[in-house]
């Protein structure tokens, strides 16, 4: 079954305790992407990746590191996390976005509470 | 910088047809695309226009006017299961999506 994949699906952490929330799809797409979800702001996009080893900053970078070793895989890092980064997170991918071919499939998300 | 507008709730009985509006302010954009998504699930894609017109897709359509910086979903034969967030999406050609605000379809019996 074609999907995107993101774990865990639920964390709650403490300030400045690093984690990990990775994403994974089997889609054999390009493009990769990560959003924030808060309440009336939408979807926000957090850093997004072309390619393999090209990743690039969204409109929310600040807090957050992503890389992108493998075509399947788009790991959301954050370092030292703060309060203001309780949200919930959804990983996309896209098998083209400058084409027709942009539709974006979202994994189930990741709620994440810092306290 | 790109921002978009839509409003924020509309309610409407099943059978009848919903247009959300979407206006925005950009300085270039690729296509305009529309997503729904219900409480707590993933967005899912419904329709996509990089040109202008109506791009038909089952009961739901969707409309672009890049001289007016305007675009619309239009949801015909409302169904309970429409009541969910519909977002318009602006997608540039270098991978920047921008989502707005989204609007809250509720459907009534």
């Known amino acids: 079954e074609a999907q995107v994949t993101q774990n865990p699906r639920y964390l709650i952490t403490v300030t400045g305790k690093k984690l990990t929330v990775t994403c994974s799809q089997n889609?054999?797409?390009?493009?990769m992407s990560w959003y924030r979800q808060d309440p009336g702001l939408g979807l926000r996009q957090i850093y997004y990746s072309m390619n393999v080893e090209v990743t690039d900053k969204g409109d929310v970078p600040e807090g957050y590191k992503v890389s992108r070793k493998e075509k399947r895989n788009f790991p959301l890092i954050l370092e030292s996390p703060s309060p203001n980064q309780t949200s919930l997170y959804f990983c996309a991918s896209s098998l083209s976005p400058g084409t027709r071919d942009n539709e974006q499939f979202f994994g189930p998300g990741t709620r994440l509470t810092v306290l | 910088g790109q921002s978009l507008e839509q409003p924020s709730e509309v309610t409407a009985v099943e059978g009848a047809i919903v247009q959300i509006n979407c206006t925005y302010q950009t300085s270039g954009f690729y296509g305009l695309s529309w997503y729904q998504q219900h409480d707590g699930g993933a967005p899912t894609f419904l329709s996509y226009n990089a040109l202008d017109g109506l791009e038909e897709t089952g009961r739901f359509s969707s409309f672009l006017s890049r001289s007016d910086s305007y675009g619309y979903l239009l949801l015909q034969e409302l169904q309970m299961k429409d009541s969910a967030s519909y977002f318009c999406?602006?997608?540039?050609?270098?991978?920047?999506?921008?989502f707005g605000a989204g609007t809250q379809v509720v459907v009534t019996p």
């Open positions: 999406v602006l997608t540039d050609s270098w991978g920047k999506f921008q």
């Open positions: 889609m054999n797409h390009e493009y």
